[in-house]
């Protein structure tokens, strides 16, 4: 049986000004979304963290099914992948409030030694947060 | 005869990202381009100026004729209307290609004190360079 | 004694996005977030009303005081405060969480035939829905 | 010697808002910025095509060097990676004004039949237009 890991749902209300031409939420604002659910996750899974601890290394994410407006909400999920010396990779996507994937993908986000301007090796406390069981 | 005071002419790209669901550009990006066109309003009269040198401290904008991305970009216009002893009120506007007002308005611009966080009096200097004349 | 009128408070979150390099929500954003307050506004106040029955034609707005992302969230108020042959003031304003006023100012939306492309006079039902006492 | 393949090179204006409260463009944004260049691409490349044509079924960035409003502009890069039956991928990337990569990645474009809401079959003439030697 699968330890549960530290993992995350979070909701992210609409905005009028999220949606484009074509009347659905832009590709673009999805991404600004997601942000929104990376931060929550990582505000309640390493609350000692500063504010730039990570930086987005590299983006992947599925278009799935569009989202209106009327929706007024998507709920966004965010669990932690892959742990690697310097990285971590989060999976993460956005529903609809009748649970239909809007979104799916993954970020890797880079730890980062803000003073250096480089990135850092990831602390074993951070380690053991991220992990399976904690 | 007028004096002819400090003025701009600068243009801004529009964006598919600032058209909303009625297909046309959204109230709230006006603000987001008109922004850029003060910002390069301050840069040219006052080239030493301290990026923080100016808050926004009031807007009034009246919304003349619809903008869409078809038009490819706006022309945005700025000058300085009054000036007050901490303030200065920049008369700005942004105008399609074909010359139509699409928005008008006006600012009020207060200089700001970055060190002490308040409002603070507007140098000699500062005050010459956005009058009339200069 | 005034009669009460029809009024709404609406909580907008934040999002990281908001925020410019200044550490604040930009200017620009809170005519976003003010768009989501009058829209809910319009929905309650106007439920059968279709979404292209108002157009904005002026907002006028005076910023108090800056917002951070700390705030998590900006709760915003309207009432009506005029209503003209085809246009309302829309008197709205948006709070941080501990009371304090973000920005204040006032929207007039022009009633519109979107058939037509042109203004149009507010029916009696409108009127009286927007009225006090309604 | 490979035969030269359809591709573009589109300039992109930044603007203050881009740039979040770390100083520099927002991750988000760079999805905004490739959006232009894509549709410039499409523009260029298939002229006749409706705006509809294709919607965005995934995509893939990686974040290599970090964007300042100094910068002014990014210049954006796009060609077709390769064609499928109902999809192309386009290869995008925007630079520094000194040549620096940005960002790099690509997109996942789905021929979309708008009538019935499905995706559809590439024409000959959209697969001629956007192969190698064209």
Redesign the interface.
Known sequence: MDTPRPQIRHE??L???D?????HV????Y???L??VR?AFVRESLPDLP??GY?????????RSEVR?EDGYVVGEAYVGRIGRSSITVENRLCKPDGTVAVEGRAILVAWDEENRRSRVLTEDERRRLSPGS
Chains 1, 2, 3, 4 share one sequence.
């Open positions: 992210v209300q905005r009028h000004r949606v484009d031409q074509l009347g832009n590709q673009a604002v991404h600004e979304l942000e929104e931060a504010f730039t930086v987005l290394a590299r983006s992947e994410l599925d278009y407006i």
